[in-house]
């Protein structure tokens, strides 16, 4: 397994457009997110990076939504998606759309997105599937130097394990999009093998969703063992009788 910290700047995509069938993936991004959207609810909600603040999100109860991102139009607050410039326990709810991938410590962007959520927060989080058709089509030449094979594919068990060390408890775990997304597939169009593969081939989806809460650990109070005083009892006179000294 190799290690999820990378030094090498592999290209971030700025926008669905960069991706092959990039309006294909972002609405059915779109209609996968938006079932667990209206359970997010509470006044802050954040969009890490340039795809996510490119989404629908009018479904989240949450008004306030805020973009983060380093360099984007679109952006609320300009910053690094793993230097979070807000205050701990502070925001309800997360969307990280193939964030992940495209960037040198994606442990670091899990740990801020940890802090600064609140307790009972959400996570929402999709990524590419590397144990898919997409995953396969990195082995095709030259492949790597382009997007979205650029970047790097961690398996949603890795990521499930990043999250459960966290403290998150992971609640959804979907697989979509039966396709190897390059130039000229039909594949994600092609409804029959939609169905076959969702029947099938459920795990061997190009995209997977993962949603997430922040567990909350009650604090049990221990009742301190308190040891019951003895009664007051008075030391009985002894009396000694001898025998001998008897008159």
């Not at 807000?86 to 964030?99: R, T």
Request: hydrophobic share 40%.
């Amino acid at each position: 397994m190799k290690p999820a910290l990378s030094f090498q700047d592999a290209p971030k995509p700025q926008n669905w457009q960069d991706f092959p069938h990039g309006d294909y993936l972002q609405q059915e991004i779109e209609k996968k997110i938006s079932q667990w959207l209206p359970r997010v609810f509470g006044y802050h909600f954040l969009k890490l990076g340039d795809l996510s603040g490119q989404l629908n999100t009018q479904a989240c109860c949450i008004k306030h939504q805020i973009c983060v991102a380093p360099e984007c139009n679109r952006a609320g607050v300009l910053a690094e998606v793993d230097e979070l410039p807000f205050m701990a326990h502070s925001v309800d709810g997360c969307l990280l759309s193939h964030c992940l991938e495209y960037y040198s410590d994606p442990h670091h962007i899990l740990r801020e997105t940890q802090r600064v959520l609140l307790p009972g927060g959400y996570i929402i989080l999709t990524g590419f599937n590397p144990f898919s058709l997409c995953g396969m089509a990195r082995l095709l030449p030259f492949s790597r130097q382009k997007l979205p094979w650029s970047g790097r594919f961690f398996t949603p068990a890795r990521v499930k394990d990043w999250l459960n060390l966290l403290g998150f408890e992971v609640i959804k775990d979907e697989r979509f999009i039966y396709s190897s997304l390059a130039r000229g597939s039909r594949l994600s169009r092609f409804g029959p093998w939609q169905n076959f593969c969702q029947q099938y081939l459920k795990p061997m989806g190009s995209v997977y969703m993962l949603v997430a809460r922040k567990r909350v650990t009650p604090l049990t109070p221990i009742k301190p063992k308190w040891h019951a005083r003895p009664h007051f009892a008075p030391v009985a006179k002894e009396v000694s009788v001898q025998r001998g000294n008897i008159k």
